[in-house]
């Protein structure tokens, strides 16, 4: 046994992080505050059909992806339903005003062939933009589990250039532009703002084959936390902690909002920084650092409606579809005014058996905190009938877009559930709901690195404010995090050997 672990949070980030460590030898103690682990990852049921709360489309599962290579190390992927796909259509995009449609294929050449075909005037600057798409993301070792090499790396001139200034630089067509940041939703892109280098991650991290989990997103969050137990460990829920003692710059142990004490002796927050600071007493940590984790600014929320369509009537559809209303509105997303939704992404989540029918389908909107700054002293249950409808317009405005989308949709539509920013601050624990949290800044990229070690001594972090976010990000990040307390480059070094030696040489 190499020593004890409390995490703090059961979401996607803790979870992998205390496997990873539980399967080399830590006795490790997740505290999660909800009914259920694993924060994105977690599923409700309404109207009689199972939704997905965060985590509907898959990257990195492809065989050599690095989220599989780790569930294989983990000995999981066995226990997961994927379904990858369309290879034609991993993606379609549509704009309202000028009814044009887009069917974007995956795989590195297809995607750039496809756009090239279409915009001939552009083939050149297309296919070099993906090429630094794939250059740009290469320049991040841990996206392919390349292990450190021990020197400092300089990073290219365009990693940190904006995003939205990278594709200018290769693409001239303002309608081109606009439609190669159609994967904004995904990462909260910001132009002037967001890096290129997140930008090109999640592009390729989906451009190298995009998935979906068959009958929801909690089958990940339950593997784990049974990785977690069958190595001696503890899943506790409806376990909030409260209180974090701290003396002398060292964690003591925790205390849940029931009194129970846990005591270790290492810690990890996998939530988000600001709400890791209010577990703490104001000496427990510098001023300046205090300062710097609240001055951050957080990626934009969503507002999700969650339809459950009447029995044969709508089809199953194998991609994930994105619409805006017109061009030009890919980079104002986030906005909340009289024209919101400018853009939804919607879904049909597959199930066991999936037939040319769905029985659910998933709309999300982004949306700004302030839309809901008014009820923030609110909690679930309780936020009162000026809320409710409020959240019940929402819903009619994205249902409404939807009939645009779709003539004749509502007809299929049985029944309506929405979720709002509040929700998401309330059941992930994130910071003003941010859907990504933290967000990264091009024009001030040193405030938004947080680094995994704290100020405390035996306080680590993990999560999708660490690093990268996502499906890949997160577990990356585990990785990262678990390396701290077992060695540079061991971790990594036994995921790859292991799926090496099972699988061939795929990753290189």
């Known amino acids: 046994m190499n020593g004890t672990v409390v995490i703090i949070g059961g979401g996607m980030g803790g979870l992998f992080t205390g496997a990873l460590l539980a399967r080399n030898g830590y006795r490790v103690t997740v505290l999660e505050q909800n009914a259920a682990v694993g924060g994105g990852l977690q599923t409700f049921v309404r109207s009689g059909e199972r939704f997905e709360t965060g985590m509907h489309m898959l990257g990195g599962f492809r065989p050599g992806g690095s989220v599989r290579r780790i569930c294989h190390y983990l000995g999981i992927l066995d226990q997961l339903k994927i379904r990858p796909t369309d290879d034609d259509c991993m993606d379609s995009l549509h704009y309202l005003a000028e009814g044009e449609r887009f069917a974007i294929p995956c795989g590195r050449e297809r995607f750039a062939e496809s756009f090239a075909a279409r915009f001939p005037a552009e083939a050149d600057g297309v296919r070099r933009y993906v090429e630094a798409l794939y250059r740009l993301s290469d320049e991040v070792g841990m996206f392919r589990l390349r292990e450190a090499q021990g020197s400092i790396f300089s990073h290219s001139e365009e990693f940190l250039l904006p995003a939205d200034e990278l594709i200018a630089r290769y693409v001239a067509d303002p309608r081109l532009r606009d439609i190669l940041a159609y994967m904004n939703p995904m990462y909260g892109g910001v132009a002037r703002h967001t890096p290129a280098y997140i930008h090109a991650l999640v592009n390729v991290l989906y451009i190298d084959g995009e998935d979906r989990f068959v009958d929801g997103s909690s089958q990940l969050a339950e593997a784990l936390a049974g990785v977690i137990r069958a ?183 049985e029944a309506v559930h929405a979720s709002s920013p509040l929700t998401i601050r309330d059941y992930y624990g994130t910071k003003e709901g941010a859907m990504y949290g933290f967000r990264k800044d091009a024009q001030q990229i040193a405030l938004s690195q947080v680094p995994i070690a704290t100020k405390i001594g035996n306080l680590l972090l993990t999560g999708q404010n660490i690093n990268l976010h996502g499906i890949c990000g997160v577990p990356l990040t585990a990785v990262n995090t678990a390396e701290a307390l077992l060695g540079t480059n061991r971790l990594i070094h036994a995921i790859n050997t292991k799926y090496e030696t099972d699988h061939g040489n795929l990753c290189k």
């Not at 609240?294 to 990626?299: C, R």
């Not at 969503?302 to 579809?321: D, G, M, Q, S, W």
């Not at 769905?358 to 839309?371: E, G, Q």
């Not at 923030?376 to 317009?393: Q, S, V």
């Open 231 to 413: 190595n001696g460990g503890e899943v506790a829920t409806r376990a909030r902690v409260r209180h974090l003692a701290c003396t002398e710059r060292t964690i003591r142990y925790a205390e849940t909002e029931e009194g129970r004490r846990y005591a270790a002796d290492r810690y990890i927050a996998a939530i988000h920084p600001c709400t890791l600071l209010r577990m703490l007493d104001a000496a427990a940590l510098p001023r300046a650092y205090r300062s710097r984790l609240e001055q951050i600014p957080n990626s934009y929320s969503a507002f999700t409606v969650y339809l459950k369509l009447k029995e044969n009537r709508f089809p199953y559809i194998n991609h994930t579809c994105y619409c805006q209303r017109a061009h030009g509105m890919a980079w104002q997303l986030g906005t909340y005014d009289e024209l919101w939704p400018r853009g939804i992404m919607y879904m049909t989540p597959p199930v066991s058996g999936q037939g040319p029918f769905s029985r659910k389908m998933i709309i999300t909107a982004p949306m700004p905190f302030d839309a809901v700054r008014r009820w923030e002293g609110t909690f679930t249950g309780r936020r009162g009938p000026d809320y409710e409808a409020w959240k019940e317009k929402q819903a009619g405005r994205v249902l409404a877009l939807m009939e645009r989308i779709r003539p004749g949709f509502r007809e299929a539509v």
